[in-house]
C-alpha cells in the first residue's frame, strides 16, 4: 500500500478555482494508477479523475461532471499529483479524496484502488 495525504481544501464561492494535492510515499510513484473521487454528505463516493501509465504514455479522464472544468497533473518528481478546479460549482462541495493503486492500469471504481488519503474538504458556496 502507499500513504497518501492531501491537501488544498477550503470554502469558495461559486465560480472560484482551487487547487487540491495529494503527495504519495513509495520509489515507484510514476507506475501508480492515480485518482480523485469524492463524497458528498449523504451519497456515495463517485469518481471524479483518473491518471495512468500505458506504455510510457500518461492517460487521465474524467467524470462527466467535470469535464473541462477540472484537470488533474502527476509531478513524478515530488511525487505529486495535483487536481486543478475551475468554474466550481454548489454542487461540487464534497469530501475529496485521492487514491492510488501500485499495480497501475487504468481504474474508475473505488474498489479497484487499495490505497486512500484522509480526505480533503471543499465546500462551493452560492
Known amino acids: 500500500q502507499v500513504h497518501l495525504v492531501e491537501s488544498g481544501g477550503g470554502l469558495v464561492q461559486a465560480g472560484d478555482s482551487l487547487r487540491l494535492s495529494c503527495t504519495a510515499s513509495g520509489r515507484t510513484f510514476r507506475t501508480y494508477a492515480l485518482a480523485w473521487f469524492r463524497q458528498a454528505p449523504g451519497k456515495e463516493r463517485e469518481f471524479v479523475a483518473a491518471?495512468?501509465?500505458?506504455?510510457?504514455?500518461?492517460?487521465?479522464d474524467y467524470a462527466d461532471s467535470v469535464k473541462g472544468r477540472f484537470s488533474t497533473v502527476r509531478d513524478n518528481g515530488e511525487n505529486t499529483m495535483y487536481l486543478q478546479m475551475n468554474s466550481l460549482k454548489p454542487e461540487d462541495t464534497a469530501v475529496y479524496y485521492c487514491a492510488a493503486n501500485i499495480a497501475g492500469g487504468r481504474l474508475s471504481r473505488a474498489d479497484e484502488y487499495d490505497s486512500w488519503g484522509q480526505g480533503t474538504q471543499v465546500t462551493v458556496s452560492s
Open positions: 491518471l495512468w501509465n500505458s506504455a510510457g504514455t500518461y492517460y487521465s
